[in-house]
């Protein structure tokens, strides 16, 4: 929890500096005055100069610190007359500390912060009233002595912040043209686009970032808000992408704020001399959701049956030569309906359909996980059982048979499947053809008499056909 407070202040602190570069010299500037406050009352104590003179060192302190957070806040001076009333604790702080070195600091703090917040005039206006408070303390009080060195360095030191203030205001001015520039064309690209220093914080982003994730409102987005998984689950931050500033590629899913996930291509590249300040990473955000999907429906329709969800004969043949190449043993079943024919005509192709659909849900549940179940086509199915021995082998088979001499329950009423198994275990030297012939060659010979003689030119002429 305290690492996350940190780091979310110094991304604040970063987003201050960055978007305001005059706003974050006050700061710089006000912080120096209030250490220099806290600096001079302890050393007012301890010089022994009496309660009194503590209390009033304090008060004065605190007053003055006080009007330079309202300046801060206000974004300019208070009324001048204010300037009168803080003169006059100056010149009382005087009168208690008597010794003038301590208190140049808060002199110089002082005119400082006021160069870096108002105008030229005003600044004149506080030099020459902190001069003067000075002067009139050396007349009233014997102890205050001038500091030549000072009095000269305060006058020179605030114009030259004053200068820097300027200058800073002129390069804020041309950043903030630059980025309405950007921005504008950051909003015209039909992509979600985003630019990020190297600490992972977003100096823009066009509106389709915020479409993409699903964020409404007016919410500003940000690296770490974007929710998102690689391929195995695993969550991405792109703060760590974009903190090595090279050119990369990945891809990842995006949960978006419904719920809804997206796949996105993330492309990021490095800029030298980035917006706002230092090197930054350009991010351009792909949504290939609808190309993945189009992908996966063309390997879908390629590799697997649409009818039953199986795999086909071309997925089937592909891991037979796998298991053929890692030279291990392996069983193959083939399984063909004796009278499915008749009952396509008997009841039509919509409950052979569900025949077909109920037959590949039976083989499946007949058999282990590591089988490969597949539809050939027509009426004709095909189990890979990789390791098997030809008495495992042989069991599958019998689990096969059984499965399918129960009737099937379809929406005309039960449907016998009548189904026939051909067995064969790869041998060595043979090829996935030779084992497939091997079954088949099973498989015609186990069909019934009557089936084998109506079938003959089935399945094994029609597979040398096709």
């Known amino acids: 929890m305290v690492g996350e407070a ?5 991304v604040r602190l970063r987003l201050l500096v960055r978007r305001d570069l005059t706003r974050s010299l006050r700061l710089t500037f006000l912080l120096a005055l209030a250490l220099s406050s806290l600096g001079l009352t302890v050393q007012v104590g301890h010089m022994g100069a009496g ?13 003055g610190l006080g009007l330079r957070l309202v300046e801060f806040r ?6 001048v007359w204010v300037d009168a009333l803080e003169l006059g604790g100056v010149l009382l702080l005087l009168s208690q500390v008597t010794a003038v070195h301590p208190v140049i600091s808060i ?11 108002g105008g030229l005039r005003r600044l004149v206006l506080s030099q020459a009233g902190y001069l003067g408070t000075w002067l009139l303390a050396i007349g009233l009080f014997p102890l205050v002595e001038a500091v030549p060195g000072a009095m000269i360095s305060l006058p020179t030191t605030s114009l030259l912040v004053y200068g820097t203030r300027t200058l800073m205001l002129r390069i804020q001015e041309q950043q903030q043209a630059q980025n309405v520039l950007l921005g504008a064309v950051l909003s015209e690209l039909p992509f979600p ?12 982003a066009n509106p389709a970032v915020a479409e993409l994730a699903g964020w409404t409102g007016s919410r500003e987005p940000q690296l770490g808000d974007l929710r998102l998984q690689d391929v195995e689950g695993r969550p991405v931050d792109l703060r760590d992408v974009v903190a ?3 050119r990369a590629k990945l891809e990842v899913q995006l949960v978006r704020s419904d719920g809804s996930t997206r796949q996105l291509k993330v492309q990021t590249m490095p800029v030298a001399g980035g917006i706002g300040a230092g090197s930054g990473v350009v991010l351009a955000l792909l949504d290939v959701t609808a190309q993945r999907l189009y992908e996966q429906h063309l390997h879908q329709a390629a590799y697997f049956d649409m009818l039953t969800g199986l795999p086909n004969r071309r997925m089937l043949f592909e891991r037979l030569h796998l298991v053929q190449r890692t030279e291990m043993p392996y069983g193959l079943l083939l399984i063909d309906l004796n009278d499915f024919k008749a009952v396509n005509d008997t009841h039509g192709h919509k409950i052979g359909d569900e025949l077909l659909v109920g037959v590949a849900e039976r083989i499946r549940s007949a058999v282990d996980d590591q089988a490969t179940v597949a539809r050939l086509g027509g009426d004709e199915f095909a189990v890979l059982l990789p390791h098997a021995s030809a008495a495992e082998a042989e069991a599958a088979a019998g689990a096969v048979r059984e499965t399918l001499v129960r009737p099937f329950p379809l929406s005309c009423g039960p449907v016998r499947g009548k189904g026939t198994v051909g067995l064969a275990v790869a041998e060595p ?7 497939m012939e091997r079954a088949d060659t099973a498989m015609y010979l186990a069909k019934p008499a009557g089936s084998r003689l109506r079938t003959a030119e089935s399945p094994r002429t029609r597979r040398r056909a096709g």
């Open 429 to 435: 030297g043979q090829s996935p053809e030779d084992v």
């Open 6 to 10: 940190l780091r979310a202040g110094y």
């Open 51 to 63: 309660v009194c003179a503590v209390v009033v060192c304090a008060a004065v302190q605190a007053f």
């Open 107 to 117: 002199f110089f703090m002082s005119v400082l912060f006021r160069a870096a917040i």
């Open 193 to 204: 686009v985003m630019v990020a220093d190297t600490s992972g914080t977003v100096v823009l």
């Open 244 to 246: 090595d500033a090279t």
């Open 74 to 79: 206000r974004g300019r001076p208070v009324p």
